[in-house]
């Protein structure tokens, strides 16, 4: 026989939160939607289930991604903040301490009486969030960057810092917190001290900012929660060799994408909702092809359905997916299908319920599995996987993984 | 759809030593077993196959329980006694040297000639023990508890002990052993010394005891083996936040229960034999539900049938466990079945065989196993689980679980 080809291309699709229970008379939405590209990849490859993090354990969006690339959550997680940051387009520097903040409105007693400022829009947002970007506290530059809507990324970044801290951010409408250090060290003091001064300076100038006189609710505040620590991780590159690239939506996985090394490809029509051009995505995909070898791309519809235990946008949203998948089988690279967590919509939150796989392409084992869903792929070729076994697995498919010994 | 609720109870019943092998006409005793209840829950639930430990370790009760409560025995396993002493309603702290100690009658030499002084009763046995509880040796504290017949613990308590000492036990017909040090620190010197002055002082006081004149084999030694330390571990309650219980007639299992911080219902008829009460212990479950989120329920007998090789008698065990199960199943609350262990009859020792597992209750995926024995749930949608992922997977089915990041 012939010496099949070294390199291989490959596409992976993470369909936010797709795992589901069978609470729809019996069946999953997967195992009711019409889905006949899915299904003919599960009947021509290998299928299974996957604990993105462990059996039992509850994935986050951030943890699972990170683990589904290859990267031990318990070694590089250091909160969500670096990662919205850097989906935002921060380009973040070793040490920065990154939180999620909200433009809200407070009353004279700091008193929070609405959290999204009136769902302010992006476009005064970002004026606003110009007045507060370059401050200087003690040394510390302030980066702070709006994202849509009320949303912001809130970067400290200086010398000794810590995300041993906690947020001023109430989490419901009441007085805004100081912000304390969690461990008794000089660095968290410090930065909680200059996440306080940064409150209390914002809401001076927020509160005298022109664009705020016309608002009813105005944005006169600036919440901050999650901080989180930056630390500069190996590249898929670094680590494999092959270059990779993300079509997503939402921030947060451009920037967890970012923080592994895939460039981003933005994509007009590519929300991170149930309203997302999935064919847009798809050409995005195939055109990204020419260039990297590795496609991640993220759906997040189905996640949005879930939380909102919309069982028929659910599968609807799959059915999308479906046809986006009609296009990218075309283009002769493997295709993984899998979700970061299961949804199920009787629950609408994250469960630690596995997810299915599929891993679809040439000179694969295959399995006896007809149709792609929760209950069918558990007597597939894969069997279960963990999170963090998928990366490995790929970088063997696509011909970069090297013999361990000899 | 509607949101479901957040906490739901459970009641896992662990069948000690079920597991086993098909050599009874191609069948395990399991699969021989009419048992409806429980094959109507491996229909309706999850199904598959258990590593306590890890493929290929034979499993003790002892570490098999620590793992199937998610205590890792490699880091919590510190010798049986604490287990046995905990058991027998001993208030351990931090430091104990707890040994399993056995009355036994030796003769002039010091050479045991009945390993069990004669089947000494119960009561008999207590009197005695009352003679050697609460002596000193070198400031060291003697707690002496005698459990079932001729069964007691033995307790050092002081500063600087060691458990890494051999057993005075021989472990057979023979003369007494000295304990030695089995590492050359202060510690361990002082701790021999003082368990082989226990000995000699022990000897002295039950050779003259009025009990023992009658006594045709007296009781006028005590042999101690298995030294352990105890160590405390954070309680089940600090770790998840659930309520937990144990139901239970064996010491060790007791122990291990109290160890992870269970509250311990004692029930009568429960002996951890094969005559033991089902029904009576399936009623304690039940009203513990009232005061309980978890319930940890043990059986011993199929354990007790397998290692005296007697086939039928585990066939009918099983068989009055599936009527236990019957009145557990009008609970609701969820039900994990499985064994700490195989001890296949026809090897009548524990085996490395991984057990069989099932999960049933509301909103779970399910698979298409329809008989629970050792073949069938091989294929089921839990695939092969290792011990220490039982835990996670039952703390999120009863709602305590937290996301791993967000």
Same mark, same amino acid.
């Given at each position: 026989?012939?010496?099949?080809?070294?390199?291989?291309?490959?596409?992976?699709?993470?369909?936010?939160?797709?795992?589901?229970?069978?609470?729809?008379?019996?069946?999953?939405?997967?195992?009711?939607?019409?889905?006949?590209?899915?299904?003919?990849?599960?009947?021509?490859?290998?299928?299974?289930?996957?604990?993105?993090?462990?059996?039992?354990?509850?994935?986050?969006?951030?943890?699972?991604?990170?683990?589904?690339?290859?990267?031990?959550?318990?070694?590089?997680?250091?909160?969500?903040?670096?990662?919205?940051?850097?989906?935002?387009?921060?380009?973040?520097?070793?040490?920065?301490?990154?939180?999620?903040?909200?433009?809200?409105?407070?009353?004279?007693?700091?008193?929070?009486?609405?959290?999204?400022?009136?769902?302010?829009?992006?476009?005064?947002?970002?004026?606003?969030?110009?007045?507060?970007?370059?401050?200087?506290?003690?040394?510390?530059?302030?980066?702070?960057?709006?994202?849509?809507?009320?949303?912001?990324?809130?970067?400290?970044?200086?010398?000794?810092?810590?995300?041993?801290?906690?947020?001023?951010?109430?989490?419901?409408?009441?007085?805004?917190?100081?912000?304390?250090?969690?461990?008794?060290?000089?660095?968290?003091?410090?930065?909680?001290?200059?996440?306080?001064?940064?409150?209390?300076?914002?809401?001076?100038?927020?509160?005298?900012?022109?664009?705020?006189?016309?608002?009813?609710?105005?944005?006169?505040?600036?919440?901050?929660?999650?901080?989180?620590? /930056?630390?500069?991780?190996?590249?898929?590159?670094?680590?494999?060799? &092959?270059?990779?690239?993300? %079509? !997503?939506? #939402? $921030? =947060?996985?451009?920037?967890?994408?970012?923080?592994?090394?895939?460039?981003?490809?933005?994509?007009?029509?590519?929300?991170?909702?149930?309203?997302?051009?999935?064919?847009?995505?798809?050409?995005?995909?195939?055109?990204?092809?020419?260039?990297?070898?590795?496609?991640?791309?993220?759906?997040?519809?189905?996640?949005?359905?879930?939380?909102?235990?919309?069982?028929?946008?659910?599968?609807?949203?799959?059915?999308?997916?479906?046809?986006?998948?009609?296009?990218?089988?075309?283009?002769?690279?493997?295709?993984?299908?899998?979700?970061?967590?299961?949804?199920?919509?009787?629950?609408?939150?994250?469960?630690?319920?596995?997810?299915?796989?599929?891993? /679809?392409?040439?000179?694969?084992?295959?399995?006896?599995?007809?149709? &792609?869903?929760?209950?069918? %792929? !558990?007597? #597939? $070729? =894969?069997?279960?996987?963990?999170?963090?076994?998928?990366?490995?697995?790929?970088?063997?498919?696509?011909?970069?993984?090297?013999?361990?010994?000899?």
């Amino acid at each position: 026989m012939e010496k099949t080809s070294d390199k291989n291309k490959l596409i992976l699709i993470i369909c936010d939160g797709m795992g589901d229970l069978p609470t729809l008379r019996g069946k999953t939405p997967l195992a009711l939607a019409r889905k006949p590209n899915i299904d003919k990849m599960a009947r021509a490859g290998m299928n299974g289930l996957l604990h993105t993090i462990a059996p039992g354990v509850i994935p986050g969006s951030d943890t699972a991604h990170l683990a589904l690339f290859g990267y031990d959550p318990h070694e590089f997680y250091k909160g969500r903040g670096v990662f919205e940051a850097l989906g935002a387009g921060v380009k973040l520097q070793e040490g920065d301490v990154a939180l999620r903040a909200n433009f809200a409105t407070v009353d004279r007693t700091m008193h929070v009486i609405d959290r999204r400022a009136g769902r302010i829009d992006t476009k005064d947002a970002h004026a606003l969030g110009a007045s507060l970007d370059g401050m200087r506290i003690e040394g510390v530059e302030i980066i702070f960057k709006p994202t849509t809507e009320h949303r912001a990324s809130l970067i400290l970044r200086g010398k000794n810092l810590s995300y041993k801290i906690t947020d001023t951010d109430p989490h419901s409408l009441g007085k805004i917190k100081r912000s304390e250090p969690l461990e008794n060290t000089t660095e968290a003091h410090t930065t909680a001290f200059v996440l306080n001064e940064f409150t209390h300076r914002a809401r001076n100038i927020l509160s005298s900012h022109p664009l705020n006189r016309k608002r009813k609710l105005p944005a006169n505040v600036v919440l901050a929660r999650g901080a989180s620590v /930056y630390e500069r991780a190996p590249s898929l590159y670094e680590k494999y060799g &092959f270059r990779s690239a993300c %079509v !997503a939506g #939402g $921030a =947060l996985y451009k920037g967890v994408a970012k923080f592994v090394g895939m460039d981003i490809i933005d994509v007009k029509g590519a929300t991170g909702t149930l309203e997302t051009d999935v064919m847009a995505k798809a050409g995005a995909a195939i055109r990204a092809l020419d260039d990297y070898d590795f496609i991640f791309l993220h759906v997040k519809g189905m996640d949005n359905a879930s939380h909102d235990g919309d069982a028929r946008a659910k599968i609807k949203m799959i059915e999308r997916v479906d046809k986006m998948i009609g296009a990218l089988l075309k283009t002769g690279a493997y295709i993984v299908l899998t979700a970061d967590h299961s949804t199920p919509i009787s629950k609408r939150e994250h469960t630690a319920d596995p997810t299915p796989i599929l891993i /679809y392409g040439k000179n694969l084992r295959g399995d006896d599995v007809k149709k &792609f869903d929760e209950i069918n %792929v !558990a007597r #597939g $070729a =894969l069997g279960h996987l963990r999170g963090l076994e998928l990366m490995p697995i790929i970088v063997s498919l696509m011909g970069y993984a090297k013999v361990y010994g000899s």
